[in-house]
């Protein structure tokens, strides 16, 4: 192997070489080779070349301004209708302009379905709500019935233990009661 170092770039030995193009004929296969390559041609075709072609063409020949006043004017009545969709200039102007008469419609549908969502919304909030209040009632009233049913097995027990002569001090310690409760069971 021979390494070559270039002090003078025109007269290094490539400069006297001789480069032919290649002839390309009619029958010259211009297909792409590997499934990589279709595949990117296929999506730089359809998904950036097509849109953009498009999006050229629809602005060039569709979108044609006649007077610059006339577009102003359009412009302000759009912002007005962004401001304040009700106001009296957006009014007057549905009846000369289509797409602002059909956006506010449209805008009058959405309004009306965001209504509808919301008065859907309430009402599912009201069922939980009186769901968890039904639910909080019944955790509380199964509570006093156990606080309940505990004192009155406390009463029962006092008064089996009235019956048998123990005394009042020895009774409130083993139920729980106090000595005034337990002389209200005596009376």
């Not at 290649?22 to 279709?38: E, M, V």
């Not at 041609?41 to 097509?50: D, E």
């Not at 009463?155 to 005034?180: F, H, R, S, Y």
Request: glycine share 4%; charged share 40%; hydrophobic share 35%.
């Amino acid at each position: 192997m021979q390494i070559y170092y270039y002090e003078d770039e025109l007269k290094d030995e490539f400069s006297k070489a001789k480069i032919i193009p290649r002839k390309i004929d009619k029958n010259y296969d211009y297909s792409q080779k590997t499934y990589l390559k279709k595949f990117l041609h296929r999506f730089c075709y359809t998904v950036v070349a097509k849109p953009v072609a498009w999006c050229f063409l629809k602005i060039k020949y569709h979108h044609k301004i006649i007077g610059k006043e006339k577009e102003q004017d359009n412009l302000l009545d759009w912002l007005y209708f962004l401001e304040n969709p009700k106001s009296e200039r957006v009014t007057k102007k549905m009846k000369e302009n289509e797409n602002l008469k059909e956006a506010v419609k449209k805008l009058d549908n959405l309004s009306e379905d965001e209504r509808m969502q919301r008065i859907a919304d309430l009402r599912q909030k009201a069922i939980m709500d009186e769901k968890a209040i039904y639910e909080k009632g019944l955790e509380v009233g199964i509570e006093k019935g156990i606080m309940e049913g505990s004192q009155k097995e406390k009463i029962e027990i006092a008064k089996k233990m009235l019956e048998l002569k123990i005394d009042k001090k020895t009774i409130a310690e083993a139920t729980g009661l106090t000595e005034q409760e337990i002389e209200k069971i005596l009376n």
